[in-house]
């Protein structure tokens, strides 16, 4: 087995944060590149300025580092790709096909994109929506991300380019912040918590959308990219489910801990965009593909967020 040097763009980002330190461990701090527009203060190990928009710039750090890996985490989200549609759609599709050709001319091994619930749009099965399902996104987001999963298949259909990709439900860490995002308010819910601040939620109290805890997401993520290649039977992009709940019974979770904690509902145009989502997912072909299985259920995430967040503020 040859060494692996993995670079991964968006490294600052939620998951990005997460996920090249969870790399590091797995094959070496000196093997991980990470890369953003910016570096987190708390970031250690090997990073570099990166705007993935520019060809060059992504070859140079592919050439300098021998890179065998991309993890093509940079994006524009949904909620934050509605207000300048053009400019999203340009960036999420110019990084991600610079990546792509990249990867195809220096034969690199294996590229990560990630995609999203929010592929799907009105006319699905909100409930336990199949893997194979319309797609007729609401989002330019979500435009991107169909189309990006579809350019992922064509690269390893025409070209071999092994190209894996998860439908990441909203992500949920203590460790990052999201940004831009229509599940966010999922994670900023437990920050006012633990500063014994009430909440104003964008969604109202009903809006169950599928969720995940980090530790999943990141685990599924590294799951898929061990998998042996003949067993990935999903080219374009795989389901996964963590868990679902509304913005009411995740208050109400946390109130088990802070009985004082207090949400409000002011619904902004986000709600639409979540309305256009699943309530929960069907993940049957990453179950049976790479042995797919969630352990984070309501209450464990929120313990867990509660008591990290909370040495994160004391
Ligand atoms: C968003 O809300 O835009 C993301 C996602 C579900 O892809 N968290």
Redesign the pocket.
């Given at each position: 087995m040859h060494k692996e040097v993995i670079l991964i763009t968006g490294s600052s980002g939620q998951l990005g944060t997460v996920l090249a330190e969870k790399l590091q461990e797995k094959y070496g701090i000196e093997n991980i590149i990470a890369t953003d527009l910016r570096k987190n203060s708390t970031f250690n190990g090997l990073f570099e300025i990166l705007d993935v928009t520019d060809y060059e710039a992504i070859k140079a750090i592919v050439l300098k580092y021998k890179i065998t890996q991309i993890y093509h985490l940079a994006a524009i989200?949904?909620?934050n790709?509605e207000k300048n549609p053009l400019n999203t759609w340009d960036i999420n599709m110019k990084t991600f096909f610079n990546v792509l050709e990249v990867a195809r001319i220096h034969k690199i091994d294996k590229v990560f994109f990630p995609s999203?619930?929010?592929v799907f749009g009105n006319n699905i099965e909100r409930l336990n929506t199949p893997q194979f399902s319309n797609l007729t996104p609401s989002t330019v987001?979500g435009i991107s991300?169909v189309a990006g999963e579809n350019w992922g298949k064509y690269y390893f259909d025409k070209y071999g380019l092994d190209v894996r990709s998860l439908r990441?439900?909203?992500?949920i860490g203590y460790q990052s912040l999201?940004g831009?995002?229509?599940?966010?308010y999922a994670v900023d819910i437990f920050h006012k918590a633990v500063k014994n601040e009430s909440f104003e939620c964008f969604l109202d109290a009903e809006t169950m959308l599928p969720m995940i805890y980090m530790d999943d997401a990141i685990r599924a993520t590294l799951e898929l990219m061990d998998a042996p290649k003949e067993k990935i039977t999903v080219r374009t992009s795989y389901n996964i489910s963590g868990l679902s709940f509304n913005p009411d019974q995740l208050a109400a979770s946390i109130k088990e801990v802070y009985p004082d904690f207090k949400i409000t509902y002011s619904p902004d145009f986000r709600q639409e965009i979540a309305n256009s989502?699943p309530m929960s997912i069907a993940d049957t072909e990453a179950r049976k593909d790479f042995n797919w299985k969630p352990k984070f259920n309501i209450n464990l995430l929120t313990e867990v967020m509660l008591k990290n967040i909370a040495l994160k503020y004391n």
């Open positions: 989200l949904s909620a790709g999203s619930i929010a987001y991300k990441y439900p909203g992500i999201p831009g995002g229509t599940t966010d989502w």
